[in-house]
């Protein structure tokens, strides 16, 4: 839903959903999240988009029949795309044509270009060779009666190389229905070249618009500025707001629940018999089936997190100084904020990746960065004093933002009721400050470490370049809550959550601010940094070793990332940091799966000492902080028996 809101509030002309996973079923049951699905089928989907959709929604996949194209425009799509079962069964466009209109029907086709030139339709997902060229079948399905066609370069898809005008001109010229182009899309300057040079009618894309700020507003502009007619660009959306709407009391009501359900808890499901759900491993390092970042397995069991890393390994020297030289020419084209003093900015916390970051950008890029951070009063005595150093060492200038307390004590308590994560506040800040004051200052650039999901779970390729956005902010850092969520709860104030309100969109614009990933430009290996980072600038780790973890690097600005909020993560999902650990090490050729194995199940269940702090700090106990938590626990992972929580053993 966040994703089509944002679509939303950007004025998209129209929305196309395609449904081409590998299960049928969608399951978005996360109960820590915001936005929850009763169900988990695309009608489902569906129902609940409809909602913040306000564009032309055109859905496919899956559609076998003539009652599933009715079900789909049911359930709130306009149109409706067919593909295999179009060659599988021809007569089905002609017959909804008839019954639906031909103005709803539309017809994909997946086109590869063999080695000779010669262009053949594919079916079943781009898996099977069908013989016919695509302007046979496009001509074909013109006459049965289809309104569209919905032209996709195989070759071209997700690659970021361009459209295949060659492909585009010969079925756009070819037929008198409108012809939308997609698969290639990597520049903005893309869309224009598949209109003006291919004769599409219109241009779908999908990456370029998940991955980057305003980017469909910036696509529009550079098809305006290149003669495109289009409707003005216009920023923000008079149907819809970009912060969600909250229902107050629905909300309030849902709190209520939770608090009334952790009392029950543990008289809840007390059966003998109740069966261990079955979770499943990555057979090549050590993440599960169900997790907080999005992962998947391929045929050999083997996650998308330790295929992605594969691919890093497979990028040649040469190409990542390309990437490197990239960089630079982003941060070329947008430097000299304001007063002409700052390059770009750095979020910091003062970790090893923050020293990794700036001694990059600031050394070996020649670069003056302006350091950010943003304080969460949740700082090791270790965790300070390597953030403190910083300005000295690296001889930049820093600005610290730190919230009020009493604020932050607020916010902690909260988290940890509406969405097991007392740590909502921090995740959110560190993404917010810096991005406020890139507006104040107008500096265009911001520089993050490693992108999470692509470095841990895969759910992007290293091809992809995703970059910090308003949405991937809302979505992955905040569970979808913004910070107006908490307003009017506990005393607070909008006044109160100033420090996490992004800004706005016109702002974004007008200073052109990009938040990019460093560890999509250079090849990033954090135990690799840490060495170096201790060797060459003094970097302190623990004297001691966490609870939850063996790592003594990781997370000494956030004494709560290591312990109590990954414990809740344990309870959630059934795994915690020290997982995450070992799957980067094994990936790096630094540990073997047993040993791995082992030092989970010593770490992984572990209740932290930082526990105790907690408490104290929000005024909690701890048998109220275990009956809250216990609501969150998955019952995809956990099962009770015989009054204790169980799951099933890693193998």
């Known amino acids: 839903m966040s994703t089509i809101e944002r679509f939303s509030h950007w004025n998209a002309d129209e929305i196309v959903i395609l449904d081409i996973g590998d299960s049928e079923s969608h399951d978005l049951r996360r109960n820590d999240l915001q936005q929850q699905y009763a169900g988990q089928s695309i009608l489902d989907v569906l129902s609940e988009i409809t909602r913040v959709c306000f564009m032309p929604m055109t859905v496919g996949g899956r559609v076998r029949s003539l009652k599933d194209i009715e079900a789909r425009l049911r359930h709130g799509a306009d149109k409706c795309v067919i593909n295999t079962q179009a060659i599988l069964e021809p007569t089905i466009v002609s017959s909804a044509a008839r019954t639906f209109g031909s103005q709803c029907i539309v017809v994909s086709i997946d086109a590869r270009r063999h080695l000779d030139g010669r262009y053949e339709v594919f079916s079943n997902d781009g898996k099977t060779a069908t013989g016919m060229s695509p302007l046979e079948w496009a001509l074909r399905c013109e006459e049965a009666g289809c309104g569209e066609i919905l032209l996709n370069s195989i070759d071209r898809d997700g690659s970021g190389s361009g459209f295949d005008c060659d492909l585009i001109r010969q079925i756009s010229h070819g037929v008198d229905i409108p012809v939308i182009a997609c698969g290639g899309a990597g520049r903005y300057e893309d869309f224009s070249s598949a209109i003006l040079e291919g004769g599409a009618s219109a241009v779908a894309a999908a990456n370029i618009f998940h991955f ?25 959306s008079r149907w819809i707001r970009r912060e969600p709407i909250y229902d107050f009391v629905q909300e309030t009501e849902r709190i209520e629940v939770r608090l009334t359900r952790s009392k029950e808890i543990n008289t809840m499901n007390e059966q003998a018999d109740v ?16 997790s907080a970042a999005p992962i998947d397995f391929d045929q050999d069991g083997v996650c998308t997190g330790c295929q992605m890393s594969d691919v890093k390994e497979s990028i040649s020297r040469e190409v990542w100084d390309e990437r490197l030289g990239e960089l630079c020419r982003v941060i070329e084209s947008g430097r000299h904020g304001r007063d002409g003093k700052y390059d770009c900015i750095i979020p910091v916390s003062g ?18 960065p302006l350091l950010v951070t943003y304080h969460g009063n949740n700082y090791t005595p270790v965790g300070w004093r390597n ?25 902690n308590r909260l988290g940890f009721i509406v969405m097991g994560d007392m740590n909502w506040h921090a995740h959110m800040g560190i993404t917010t400050v810096p991005v406020q004051v890139a507006a104040e200052y107008e500096i265009s650039t911001l520089v993050w470490g490693e992108h999470g999901y692509t470095d841990l779970s895969g759910q992007f390729s290293m091809h992809d370049f995703p970059e910090m956005s308003y949405r991937d902010r809302l979505e992955h850092f905040g569970r979808g809550y913004e910070w107006n969520y908490f307003v009017g709860r506990e005393g607070l104030t909008s006044e109160d959550m100033k420090f996490w309100k992004y800004p706005d969109d016109q702002t974004l614009m007008d200073v052109g601010i990009r938040g990019l990933y460093l560890g999509n430009y250079l090849y990033w290996e954090a135990n690799e940094h840490t060495d170096r980072m201790i060797a060459e600038f003094g970097f302190e780790t623990s004297a001691q070793s966490f609870d939850r973890t063996y790592r003594r690097a990781s997370n000494l600005d956030d004494m709560h990332e290591n312990g109590v909020h990954d414990y809740l993560k344990f309870i959630k999902f059934g795994y915690g940091r020290c997982t995450d650990h070992t799957c980067k090490d094994i990936r790096s050729g630094r540990m073997l799966r047993d040993e791995a194995i082992a030092l989970i199940e010593k770490y992984d269940p572990v209740k932290p000492r930082d526990l105790a702090r907690w408490l104290t700090y929000v005024g909690m106990s701890e048998d109220e902080f275990g009956r809250i938590a216990d609501t969150f626990r998955d019952d995809r992972v956990w099962a009770m028996k015989r009054g204790h929580w169980i799951r099933k053993e890693i193998s």
């Open 275 to 290: 069966p261990v759900p079955d979770v499943t491993w990555c057979r090549k390092c050590t993440y599960p089936s169900l």
């Open 387 to 411: 953030l403190s150093r910083m300005q000295q060492v690296f001889d930049v200038e820093h600005i610290i933002v730190r919230p009020p307390l009493e604020t932050l004590i607020k916010l």
């Open 212 to 236: 980057f700020e305003l980017s469909y507003p910036l696509a529009k502009e550079a098809c305006i500025d290149a003669g495109v007619p289009m409707r003005p660009n216009r920023i923000g």
């Open 351 to 368: 970790g090893k990746d923050s020293y990794f970051q700036v001694d990059t950008i600031k050394n070996k890029l020649g670069f003056n």
